[in-house]
């Protein structure tokens, strides 16, 4: 009998563990969906968001010509540890543009339901750019997360990311051109 209690406990604690678990994740869901839906975004605020990112800096920062010019003129110790913080930066800019085309999805879905036909088509686009870039910047922040974790391994350029992030901001810069006269897209603060 005590054999079959002493099996039984492990079992019982890794069931209850995989419970804990699950409401765990299940609130963090909640908690986000909460969150977003409170949040309150609006055009200006997106636009802004895009035009504050210095996407000169950034392409300096992933230049594979200055990466082999810091490779070929400073010690390998030193250029790892420079290669590490060009990564680091690179990689705070991937997640201020991924905010941002976050906040440009909200936008998007609600120039989606506007009364005017080319508000909505522009922001069907500018939702499609912004689900894009948000693939992009997965994928350049998983990049740079190897350049600071191996410097000593060449990087891979991230051109699909600058061109998802020159269309999506182009689209979004015609979104408000089109939403200032329009009466179809709701005010700041109205999102």
Do not use: C
Request: net charge positive.
């Amino acid at each position: 009998m005590e054999h079959g209690i002493s099996t039984l406990a492990p079992a019982l604690i890794a069931t209850w563990s995989l419970v804990a678990v699950a409401f765990l994740a299940l609130g963090i869901v909640v908690y986000v969906a909460i969150r977003s839906r409170t949040r309150r975004i609006d055009l200006e605020t997106a636009v802004q968001a895009f035009r504050s990112l210095d996407i000169e800096a950034f392409r300096n920062l992933i230049d594979s010509a200055e990466e082999a010019f810091l490779r070929n003129n400073l010690p390998p110790k030193k250029f790892r540890e420079i290669k590490r913080q060009r990564a680091w930066a690179a990689l705070i800019y991937t997640r201020e543009t991924g905010k941002a085309a976050a906040a440009l999805a909200v936008v998007a879905q609600t120039a989606q339901r506007s009364s005017d036909p080319i508000v909505a088509a522009s922001g069907a686009k500018v939702a499609e750019n912004a689900f894009r870039l948000r693939l992009q910047t997965t994928r350049a922040s998983l990049q740079l997360l190897t350049d600071i974790v191996l410097p000593i391994m060449p990087s891979r350029p991230l051109p699909l990311f600058i061109d998802q992030y020159e269309r999506t901001a182009q689209t979004l810069f015609r979104l408000g051109r089109f939403s200032s006269g329009a009466h179809g897209l709701p005010s700041s603060g109205s999102v």
